[in-house]
């Protein structure tokens, strides 16, 4: 969870985060300084030392706490509250809280606060503005890009950087200077909620665009400030038990720093992410906010990791009152702070760290709360908060929904789509589209997510994508999302339909957000985890019922996550996954049905044939699936299913076709030196298009179970013409075929296998064995 009170909005439980009359205690006199900090030093290390050093223990604990999502909608907020936090003494940091506010008018509150508590403050420090940034900023009048999902289809990492890069610019303008993303977990779960809000289930790629993040949010200015300070998560999450929010993560050492720190050690290695955030979940049953071992230790002591660690909302707390694993709440702050814990989210009657007040004579307590702020205070002068804290009110509107960040935004919608069937169908010709049924209950909504800003209206939907395109579209919801209301009624009418259009385009899933105020329409995203991966409602009944008219169905999917798809892999003619799409989906959507756009993303994550065939991820263990028929009379499977995927990781089709060919890979090197990866992509079909090449490597015989095979390269190429061919070179590091046991890296001098071609299944790559010496 990032803030509370959307999620509890968005899922209709809102019980007034904000109280409305709160006593209020005798605040500090005003100073009516107002004058910008002003630095002595120009080491910011010194400055801190120096500022520290004229604070009180209270004073430093204030650093740890966030005024939480203070704005309710119609940027109303309640002063007295704000005014009153934390007995006057303010916060470390403030968030806006409801994504439906417009941008320049919550920035313009906002500005206010942070003034007048800024005024107040002996010491002159600012609050710094901290906010989600998934699909972009989380206020109105941004630009509303796809979610994180639908972009990582794209496997288009130089595209996804200048996406950022405009959300950063966004956000900035908007006084944003502190953002709670990028995710690095992994989507290992697909009956998990958030999956959504994930790259995919690689760690390799989840790796790859989480460095694109962190490096574009924090593009540094001119006089080397960063513009906007990220904070990498949930440490460690993606993969609970059974899928369900917030549950135990499975594994030990091993599985920590080969699978789930993968990403981190990218990003570290790369970058330099201001903040991390610990996951609400335990790892071998202790709580991360409290894990000495595997937060503390490792962060602190190994991986030299100094920033920020920001707790996830309300996940001090939830030590009492969820994991039973503190006394009161006081034990929460103690041994949160123990673990190195830096900064608190949490509802103001809930927090741990205030708790930490009484403590002041404990000297190991001080000493953390020192330390805390002092991690604070950088990261406030590393953004140039503690001289420009406000938003820009006067140049904000040139910044947002600017040309470069909507040209931008339709690019990354145009390649986060992915063609999983189309049987001769697409692009449609004209007779098609003469006469277009659209069909479904996702059809005509924006369904961007649950942390995009979003008033439901700004945008285009499927079905205006489609109106966009045919001048004879008729529209039929054909069932509501999740339940059977109406049901025969709704889908006779979209037969008839159905009947009476040459296509049908049927779009169904799962939504992610609230849109129409129809809460119980909602089953995807934070806190909506599934039970299985089938449509909810009686939407594939709809669908079976369209694709018997005999009108040939093309079906577009929306929602954050994967479903299963059997019926609809034998009977509709084509399948789109469009994922979570912001406020282009339906013009890219008309651009691939036309033609005008050659479909090129990729799944990030694969799709099983049944929901319970799990796991489902490409790069599991030899041990862990079975094959069919395979010693089934000793261990009495039954039924025996197909354990491949439906659609696998990488996978995804054009209107094209490529050839990659002419693969060379160097055949014995040493355990210090590099591999050299070298082949020729040629579209061989009759339209451009772009083809994304990956390399996986597997090692014959490791100490410890390895994957059957790990992504360790890929590209993507250029729009290509009929004909034309292009050289792709990877340059694979040795290391970079290593492994860690116990805590510690090692390279075996063994055989590898270096797999090259267009998608994790065997079918589409060629093999090589690359030999290293000891
Ligand atoms: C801000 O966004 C709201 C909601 O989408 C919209 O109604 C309004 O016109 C926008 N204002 C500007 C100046 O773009
Ligand atoms: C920016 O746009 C908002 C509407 O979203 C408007 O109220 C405000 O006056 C504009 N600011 C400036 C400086 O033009
Ligand atoms: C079914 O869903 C629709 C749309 O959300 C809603 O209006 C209707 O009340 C629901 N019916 C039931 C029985 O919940
Ligand atoms: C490596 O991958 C190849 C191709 O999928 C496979 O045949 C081989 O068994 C794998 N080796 C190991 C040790 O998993
Ligand atoms: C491959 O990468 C390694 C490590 O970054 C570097 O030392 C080496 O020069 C590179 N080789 C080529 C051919 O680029």
């Given at each position: 969870?990032?803030?509370c009170?959307t999620?509890l909005?968005?899922?209709?439980?809102f019980v007034?985060?904000l109280?409305?009359?709160?006593a209020s205690?005798a605040?500090p006199?005003?100073?009516?300084?107002?004058?910008?900090y002003?630095?002595?030093?120009s080491s910011i290390?010194?400055?801190?030392?120096k500022?520290?050093?004229?604070m009180?223990?209270l004073e430093?604990?204030?650093q740890?706490?966030?005024?939480?999502g203070i704005l309710?909608?119609g940027?109303t907020?309640?002063e007295?509250?704000?005014?009153?936090?934390n007995?006057?003494l303010?916060g470390?940091s403030i968030?806006p809280?409801?994504y439906?506010?417009p941008?320049?008018?919550a920035?313009a509150?906002?500005?206010?606060?942070i003034?007048?508590?800024?005024?107040r403050d002996r010491?002159?420090?600012p609050?710094?503005v901290v906010?989600?940034?998934?699909?972009?900023?989380?206020l109105?009048?941004t630009?509303?890009f796809?979610?994180?999902l639908?972009?990582a289809?794209?496997w288009n990492?130089?595209?996804?950087s200048?996406?950022?890069?405009s959300?950063?610019?966004?956000n900035?303008?908007l006084g944003i200077?502190?953002?709670?993303s990028?995710?690095?977990?992994?989507?290992?779960?697909?009956?998990?909620?958030?999956?959504?809000?994930?790259?995919?289930?690689?760690k390799?790629?989840?790796g790859?665009?989480?460095?694109?993040y962190?490096?574009?949010?924090?593009a540094?200015?001119?006089q080397g400030y960063?513009?906007?300070?990220?904070t990498?998560?949930?440490?460690?999450?993606?993969?609970?038990?059974?899928?369900?929010?917030?549950?135990?993560?499975l594994?030990?050492?091993?599985?920590?720093?080969?699978?789930?720190i993968?990403p981190?050690?990218e990003v570290?290695r790369?970058?330099?992410?201001l903040?991390?955030m610990?996951?609400?979940s335990?790892f071998?049953?202790?709580?991360?906010?409290?894990n000495?071992?595997?937060?503390?230790?490792?962060?602190?002591?190994e991986?030299?990791f100094?920033?920020?660690?920001v707790s996830?909302y309300?996940?001090?707390?939830q030590?009492q009152?969820?994991?039973?694993?503190?006394?009161?709440?006081q034990d929460?702050?103690?041994?949160?702070?123990?673990?190195?814990?830096?900064?608190?989210?949490?509802?103001p009657e809930r927090?741990?760290?205030?708790?930490?007040?009484?403590?002041?004579k404990n000297p190991?307590i001080?000493?953390?709360?020192?330390?805390a702020?002092?991690?604070m205070?950088?990261?406030?002068?590393?953004?140039?908060?503690?001289?420009?804290p406000?938003a820009?009110?006067k140049?904000?509107n040139?910044?947002l929904?600017?040309?470069?960040?909507?040209?931008r935004?339709?690019?990354?919608?145009?390649?986060s789509?992915v063609?999983?069937?189309?049987d001769?169908?697409?692009p449609l010709?004209k007779?098609?589209?003469?006469?277009?049924?659209v069909?479904?209950?996702?059809?005509?909504?924006i369904?961007?997510g649950?942390y995009?800003a979003?008033?439901?209206?700004t945008?285009?939907?499927?079905?205006e994508?489609?109106?966009?395109i045919?001048?004879n579209?008729?529209?039929?919801r054909?069932?509501?999302?999740n339940?059977?209301?109406?049901?025969e009624?709704?889908?006779d009418?979209a037969?008839a339909?159905?009947?009476?259009?040459s296509?049908a385009?049927?779009?169904?899933?799962?939504?992610?957000?609230?849109v129409?105020g129809?809460?119980?329409?909602?089953?995807?995203?934070e806190a909506?985890?599934h039970?299985?991966l089938d449509?909810?409602?009686?939407q594939?009944e709809?669908l079976?019922?369209?694709?018997?008219?005999?009108?040939p169905?093309?079906?577009v999917?929306?929602g954050?996550?994967?479903?299963t798809?059997?019926?609809?892999?034998?009977?509709a003619k084509?399948i789109?996954h469009?994922?979570?799409?912001?406020e282009?989906?339906?013009d890219a959507?008309g651009?691939?049905?036309?033609?005008k756009t050659?479909?090129?993303?990729k799944?990030?994550?694969?799709?099983?044939?049944?929901?319970?065939i799990?796991?489902?991820?490409?790069?599991?263990m030899n041990?862990?699936?079975?094959?069919?028929g395979?010693?089934v009379?000793t261990?009495?499977q039954?039924p025996?299913?197909?354990?491949l995927?439906?659609y696998?990781?990488?996978?995804?089709?054009?209107?094209?076709?490529?050839?990659?060919s002419?693969v060379?890979v160097?055949?014995?090197?040493s355990?210090?030196?590099?591999?050299?990866v070298?082949a020729t992509?040629?579209?061989?079909?009759?339209v451009?298009?772009?083809?994304v090449?990956?390399?996986y490597?597997n090692q014959s015989a490791?100490?410890m179970?390895?994957?059957i095979?790990?992504l360790?390269?890929?590209?993507?190429t250029?729009?290509l013409?009929?004909?034309?061919s292009t050289?792709v070179?990877f340059?694979?590091t040795v290391?970079?075929?290593?492994y860690?046991?116990?805590?510690?890296?090692?390279?075996?001098a063994?055989t590898?296998?270096?797999?090259?071609?267009?998608s994790?299944d065997?079918a589409?790559?060629?093999?090589?064995n690359v030999i290293v010496?000891?």
């Open positions: 969870m990032h803030f009170p999620v909005l968005q899922a209709g439980l007034g985060f109280q409305t009359s709160v205690p605040l006199e005003l100073q009516q300084r107002g004058t910008p002003e630095r002595e030093t290390a010194a400055e801190v030392d500022l520290l050093s004229r009180t223990f430093k604990l204030a740890t706490r966030n005024i939480g309710n909608p940027v907020y309640d007295e509250f704000v005014e009153a936090f007995n006057g303010g470390g968030s809280g409801n439906q506010n941008g320049p008018a920035a509150v906002i500005n206010e606060v003034t007048r508590h800024q005024r010491n002159n420090i609050m710094i906010a989600d940034s998934v699909n972009g900023v989380t109105l009048n630009t509303l796809p979610a994180t639908s972009m289809q794209s990492i130089e595209l996804y200048k996406v950022v890069d959300m950063s610019k966004e900035r303008a200077h502190w953002v709670l990028p995710e690095l977990d992994l989507a290992l779960e697909p009956r998990y909620g958030r999956v959504g809000e994930m790259y995919g289930e690689d390799y790629l989840v790859r665009f989480g460095v694109a962190v490096k574009n949010m924090q540094e200015d001119s960063v513009r906007v300070a990220t990498v998560k949930h440490w460690i999450f993606g993969n609970s038990l059974a899928g369900v929010n917030q549950a135990r993560l594994g030990g050492v091993n599985d920590f720093y080969n699978l789930y993968f981190y050690l570290f790369e970058t330099n992410p903040s991390l610990p996951s609400y335990s071998d049953n202790i709580p991360m906010t409290s000495l071992e595997y937060t503390r230790d490792i962060l602190r002591n991986l030299k100094d920033r920020v660690i996830d309300a996940a001090i707390p030590l009152n969820r994991q039973h694993t503190a006394k009161s709440l929460c702050g103690i041994k949160a702070i123990a673990a190195t814990i830096d900064h608190e989210l949490s509802p927090s741990g760290m205030s708790t930490l007040a009484t403590l002041e190991a001080a000493k953390e709360v020192h330390e702020a002092r991690r205070l950088t990261l406030k002068f590393i953004t140039k908060t503690m001289e420009q406000l820009d009110l140049n904000v040139k910044t929904r600017g040309e470069e960040a909507m040209k935004n339709m690019d990354i919608t145009r390649e789509m063609l999983l069937k189309n001769k169908i697409l010709s007779s098609f589209l003469s006469k277009v049924a069909i479904g209950p996702l059809a005509d909504i369904n961007p649950s995009a979003s008033d439901y209206s945008g285009t939907t499927i079905l994508g489609v109106q966009k045919s001048p579209v008729v529209f039929s054909g069932c509501f999302r339940n059977y209301t109406n049901f009624q709704m889908r009418e037969v339909n159905a009947r009476s259009a296509v385009i049927v779009a169904l899933g799962s939504v992610a957000a609230i129409d129809n809460v119980n329409d909602r089953t995807d995203g909506f985890d039970a299985d449509f909810p409602g009686p594939v709809l079976k019922a369209i694709v018997e008219t005999g009108t169905v093309v079906m999917i929306s954050g996550q994967v479903f798809l059997e019926y609809a892999a034998a009977n084509a789109l469009t994922f979570l799409q912001g282009l989906g339906g959507l651009e691939i049905l036309t033609g050659n479909p090129s993303g799944l990030s994550v694969s799709i099983p044939r049944r929901s319970d799990l796991p489902i991820y490409y790069n599991h041990t862990d699936r079975k094959e069919v395979w010693q009379t261990d009495y039954a025996i299913v197909d354990r995927p439906r696998t990781f990488g996978y995804g089709l054009s209107y094209t076709t490529f050839s990659i002419g060379s160097t055949g014995t090197v355990k210090t030196g590099s591999i050299k070298e992509v040629k579209n061989t079909g009759a451009r298009g772009k083809e090449v990956q390399v490597f490791p100490e179970e390895r994957p095979k790990n360790v390269r890929f590209t993507k250029g729009d013409a009929p004909g034309e050289q070179n340059n694979i290391d970079d075929l290593g860690w046991i116990n805590g510690k890296k090692q390279v075996d063994d590898y296998g270096i797999m090259v071609g267009s994790s065997d589409d790559l060629k093999f090589f010496q000891g």
